[in-house]
């Protein structure tokens, strides 16, 4: 068996002996034991009624108390756990952190139905408050969040089975993703990919199997605007939606150069955008989309829904789709948000993509 070196990085622990790494180890040295009575129920009714409990733990220190109440008590003692565990590593997991990257062969797989069907039964057992709002928990765990952070690379990665949106970033700069994997049809909102208020954004060369929108950008503040994104060689199949603006789309949307994407076997559309907050639309091209037995190919009736939306003066929504009905279809959104469409032909050199399975 070939050998491998492993780095520990950081010491963290919450068990019966101590909430911390140094409580612990003081405790083992001077032969402690952490068996006592049972106190997180009522054992009188077991044979057994000692365990090792973790004692004096307070969830604040780690989550507000308006999320601990969302949580299961094993989730928050993890998170204590994980927080000592960086904290010892030095690493700066803060907002606003620069050069971070998570790349190689690997697989992280959330196993979100387990998760969620667990926060379920929790629920349900009054041990965790939460509504259920739509038969499903309102707090569950993503594969990856980062906000507000500078120099990304994502690549190499397969992302499966998260509980929630499977990939979340929030504000970054200069965000690069290439040939990741995304397998995700666990649980409800498994948007393959989740980019909100972003600038500078490269996605190329990657594969989408999502139970929820495959791309999905979005723009939660009203300040900020999602801009300067590219989109390249990448093959999507979604239980919503392919590449979607929006819902929550409070700025904005501008600068996006969409290319040689293949959406297919979309239960709704292949791109579509729902601006329903107000958002501002502008500069948006899209060419070689390949939309193969999808609900539709481009509503765009939602727009504005919500609010009026602002074009700025000279702004333009452009995309033509490939193989629809063997022609090619140009859309535009003009500044007063009226919609024009015709038939044109091919754009050119229209390649198969040459990333993810055969699509027939």
């Known amino acids: 068996m070939e050998k491998r070196r ?55 220190t780690v989550v507000d108390k308006k999320e601990a109440r969302k949580m299961a008590r094993f989730t928050l ?55 259920l709002k739509y038969d499903r928990p309102a707090s569950r765990p993503t594969l990856i969040f980062l906000r507000e952070c500078k120099n990304v690379e994502i690549n190499n990665v397969t992302w499966k089975n998260s509980a ?3 990939q979340i970033y929030d504000q970054c700069e200069n965000l690069n993703i290439d040939r990741i994997t995304v397998d995700s049809k666990a649980f409800w909102n498994n948007d393959g990919i989740d980019i909100v208020d972003c600038d500078g954004v490269v996605i190329k060369n990657s594969f989408f199997n999502a139970a929820d929108d495959v791309l999905c950008f979005k723009s939660h503040d009203a300040n900020s605007i999602c801009q300067n994104v590219v989109v390249d060689n990448c093959v999507g199949r979604s239980g919503a939606n392919g590449l979607k603006f929006g819902t929550v789309s409070r700025g904005g949307f501008r600068n ?27 500069n948006i091209f899209v060419d070689s989309l390949y939309a193969i ?17 602002s074009y700025s003066p000279n702004g333009n929504m452009i995309i033509y789709a490939s193989e629809v009905g063997g022609k090619g279809v140009l859309s535009t959104v003009s500044t007063d948000g009226s919609t024009r469409s015709r038939l044109s032909g091919t754009s050119g050199d229209i390649r198969e993509p040459s990333w993810g399975p055969t699509i027939k």
Do not use: M
Not at 257 to 277: C, E, G, L, P
Not at 293 to 309: A, D, F
């Open 6 to 60: 492993v780095v520990i990085t950081g010491l963290g622990t919450v068990n019966p002996l101590g909430n911390n790494t140094a409580d612990s180890w003081a405790a083992a040295r001077a032969g402690k034991c952490g068996i006592g009575p049972i106190t997180q129920f009522d054992a009188s009714e077991f044979k057994c009624k000692l365990a090792g409990e973790v004692k004096g733990f307070d969830p604040e």
């Open 293 to 309: 037995h999808t609900g539709n190919v481009i509503p765009l009736s939602e727009i504005g829904k919500n609010e009026s939306p």
């Open 77 to 131: 003692l993890a998170l204590g756990a994980a927080a000592e565990a960086i904290q010892d590593s030095g690493i700066d997991c803060e907002a606003e952190a620069e050069n971070i990257g998570v790349t190689g062969r690997g697989v992280i797989d959330g196993q979100g139905r387990e998760t969620s069907y667990n926060y379920i039964d929790q629920i349900q057992k009054g041990v965790i408050k939460d509504e």
């Open 256 to 282: 996006f150069k969409v290319t040689n994407i293949t959406i297919y076997d979309t239960y709704r559309s292949a791109i579509t955008i729902q601006a329903v907050d107000g958002a501002k639309v502008d």
């Open 164 to 166: 929630f949106w499977v």
